[in-house]
């Protein structure tokens, strides 16, 4: 019997120290699944924080981009009210001539280091919120299809437009002081295909896609930092 409860007492005490050492194996894998977890939130904070960076600096060429596109579809509609006898003859009418058919808009060239970053180290999926990734997703793509389907566009029309308007002029569109020819001007504004080419040249449709882009970049910004204050809150 003595024998017995020895074996009993040291059985128990085996098992004992096997549950000591399985709660310590969890306690530890606990730890190691706290500290991934710290790693990888901080590692998308720091992606998140990069990116509403990047986000802002493309907001800000996204609104000196609106200021002239605003200013040639202004320029644009009063060439066309004056062609159309709703106005009068503004002073100014040769520079808003000049504004509609030759002034260029810089291509819009988001910043993507953030982004690139984040593909490299494994793409959209370390960042854990689907509404945030999909957001994001979603602005990149607006990105790449406002450059192609809209900016290259009107960049092409308008470069049709400047030729078609020297080709009218003979060449004589411009004085030797750079100013424009009255005459010239008065001719070209009542052609028909120089009316036609400046109804459809692309800046009233690129003007509206790019407050879109405006839009959905603001919309991006601000679901970034709101996310951004949840994952530092935590």
Known sequence: ????NRASKYLLYAIGEIILVVIGILIALQINNWNEIRKERKLE??????????LS????????????????????NKVLDYQDHKIP????????????VFHGIASFVPNTGAIEEIQNAGGLTLIKNENV???????????????????????????????LVYEKASGNFFNRDLSVDEDALSTLLFDSEIRNRLINNWAVTYNDNLKEVVQ????????????????DNK
């Open 1 to 4: 019997m003595i024998k017995e």
């Open 89 to 100: 003859k503004p002073d100014s009418l040769s520079s808003h001539f000049l504004r509609a």
């Open 216 to 231: 959905i970049n603001a919309e991006t910004i601000k679901i970034c930092k709101d996310y951004l204050q949840k994952i």
């Open 133 to 163: 990734s999909s957001q994001i997703l979603k602005l990149y793509n607006v990105y790449d299809s406002f450059e192609k389907n809209v900016g290259q566009n009107y960049v092409e029309n308008r470069n049709i437009m400047r030729q």
């Open 45 to 54: 904070s720091n992606f998140i924080e990069l990116l509403t960076q990047d």
């Open 57 to 76: 600096s493309d907001a800000e060429s996204l609104i000196d981009l609106t200021r002239l596109s605003d200013a040639v579809v202004i320029s644009k």
